[in-house]
């Protein structure tokens, strides 16, 4: 938990229930508990869901600003509003080449079209608010091994600067099981996108939901509801890919967050083993 995140929120009004815990940083994600019921909750402006108990989710974007506003408006009527800190994270360059020229910019038109309609089809899914709060229970990685890729990372794909990388690459052979890092509900199953090949997207509650990327098959479909540690798919090198790996990404509502800080460190001698 961050004290001074805490200070900065603490009120008056809501001093002995409401409780902030999370990662106090670009990419970070913080929990809230202990709302009265009916309260309103705003972050930089923007509506925050909140759940049965009064639980709500913070998600501070990768170039987010030193301070987050956070806006609350309790059933009586009255509002309070504080500023919470955000700590400020270096984002290393990442250089990728021998990727398909296509797949790095796509040229025709038929690419492009089918471009938005995944995209359309992805962001749809994401819309869904289920008042589930799974994320409570706390997360494992889906697979353990090598990482390739950080989140923020600037990639540079043959050359050619790209957005930043928004997630956590695992690198591990084709074939290897990706288990559900949480409980949760498959909101997006789809076997050939075509930036991230085999992808999945499953629901954790109040619009934090999580996505793997490059699969060689899936093992769930829309709809089915996952338990922790549940195989959900095989690892692969689909869509946008140079070799067999993961891709984990996190999104909280239209906040892309690192899912790195959703879990403990990687164990060195899982990393060890596997490099054997």
Not at 95 to 116: F, M, Q, S
Not at 142 to 148: A, D, E, F, L, R
Not at 172 to 188: E, M, W
């Amino acid at each position: 938990m961050s004290w001074l995140a805490w200070l900065l929120l603490a009120g008056p009004v809501v001093a002995d229930s409401l409780s902030l815990d999370g990662d106090f940083t670009q990419g970070g994600m913080a929990v809230g508990r202990g709302l009265p019921q009916g309260t309103k909750v705003w972050q930089d402006g923007r509506p925050v869901d909140v759940g049965p108990g009064g639980v709500f989710l913070l998600g501070f974007a990768r170039d987010a600003g030193p301070v987050s506003e956070i806006r609350l408006r309790y059933p009586d009527g009255h509002e309070e509003k504080r500023r919470l800190k955000i700590a400020r994270r270096q984002f290393r360059i990442q250089r990728i080449d021998g990727l398909p020229a296509n797949k790095v910019t796509p040229r025709t038109e038929a690419e492009l079209a089918r471009i938005r309609r995944e995209t359309a089809a992805v962001k749809e899914a994401r819309r869904i608010l289920s008042e589930r709060a799974d994320f409570l229970q706390g997360f494992i990685w889906p697979v353990q091994g090598p990482i390739s890729g950080t989140y923020g990372s600037q990639r540079v794909l043959n050359g050619k600067p790209r957005r930043p990388h928004y997630g956590v690459d695992i690198a591990r052979p084709r074939g290897t099981t990706v288990v559900a890092p949480a409980d949760g509900v498959v909101i997006f199953a789809d076997p050939d996108l075509f930036f991230s090949g085999g992808t999945l997207i499953i629901d954790h509650g109040l619009r934090l939901n999580t996505s793997y990327l490059h699969l060689s098959k899936l093992l769930v479909k829309v709809g089915d509801r996952v338990r922790k540690g549940q195989p959900i798919a095989e690892i692969g090198a689909t869509g946008r890919a140079t070799g067999p790996h993961l891709h984990w990404g996190a999104n909280l509502r239209d906040v892309r967050i690192d899912p790195q800080l959703l879990v403990p460190p990687m164990p060195r001698q899982a990393v060890e083993v596997v490099r054997k």
